[in-house]
T-cell receptor
Framework: DVKVTQSSRYLVKRTGEKVFLECVQD?????MFWYRQDPGLGLRLIYF???????EKGDIPEGYSVSREKKERFSLILESASTNQTSMYLC?????????????FGPGTRLTVL | GDSVTQMEGPVTLSEEAFLTINCTYT??????LFWYVQYPGEGLQLLLK?????DKGSNKGFEATYRKETTSFHLEKGSVQVSDSAVYFC????????????FGKGTHLIIQP
């Protein structure tokens, strides 16, 4: 079974702090994704990566950056956290990015910014 | 751009009732269509998918048929259980395949005993 793990289930940070959210997948998938989930808005794509050191902006990249130094690991970085970044963050991976590919999700990190 | 529209709920049903959650989409090209389920406190799990017109995806008693003529992918189950209580998301893939999924806003389903 594909396993996608995220470093924390719950995280509380203060405004202005730099925040790192880590995601690791164990199935040698090429593609990895970061989404945020908010009530009434569903899931929105922040960034994705289709290869090591490659990244592409999604629909809402402002205020975020990402890093993919190794194939299995994809990090989401909030350079200076703000209260409007309080949300559930979900990481996903897929085998090769084809249109029929299934994305496999981690359990999520619920981030609160005070 | 691509978009997915689904009923938001909450949808409340009694156990053993028939379930339909509507999903319609707008997309260029020929996307694949997915239903994901999120149980309380968990991430999303794939429930079923269909990759071309008239395909039917099925899993755990749930079914959905890819209807290109009506741009729909409605989720159905003949007899729901309390354990089906969850949030259900309809999603489509970018026809080019490289980008992330486009999700609907989710439908919260509550099944009462």
């Amino acid at each position: 079974d594909v396993k996608v793990t995220q470093s924390s289930r719950y995280l509380v940070k203060r405004t202005g702090e730099k925040v790192f959210l880590e995601c690791v997948q164990d199935m040698d998938h090429e593609n990895m994704f970061w989404y945020r989930q908010d009530p009434g808005l569903g899931l929105r794509l922040i960034y994705f990566s289709y290869d090591v050191k490659m990244k592409e902006k999604g629909d809402i990249p402002e205020g975020y950056s990402v890093s993919r130094e190794k194939k299995e690991r994809f990090s989401l970085i909030l350079e200076s956290a703000s209260t409007n970044q309080t949300s559930m963050y979900l990481c996903a991976s897929s085998l090769s990015g084809g249109r029929t590919d299934t994305q496999y999700f981690g359990p999520g990190t619920r981030l609160t910014v005070l | 751009g691509d978009s997915v529209t689904q009923m938001e709920g909450p949808v409340t049903l009694s156990e053993e009732a028939f379930l339909t959650i509507n999903c319609t989409y707008t997309a260029t090209g020929y996307p694949s269509l997915f239903w994901y389920v999120q149980y309380p406190g968990e991430g999303l799990q794939l429930l079923l998918k269909a990759t071309k017109a008239d395909d039917k995806g099925s899993n755990k008693g749930f079914e959905a048929t890819y209807r290109k003529e009506t741009t729909s992918f409605h989720l159905e189950k003949g007899s729901v259980q309390v354990s089906d209580s969850a949030v259900y998301f309809c999603a489509l893939s970018d026809p080019g395949g490289a980008d992330g999924l486009t999700f609907g806003k989710g439908t919260h389903l509550i099944i009462q005993p």
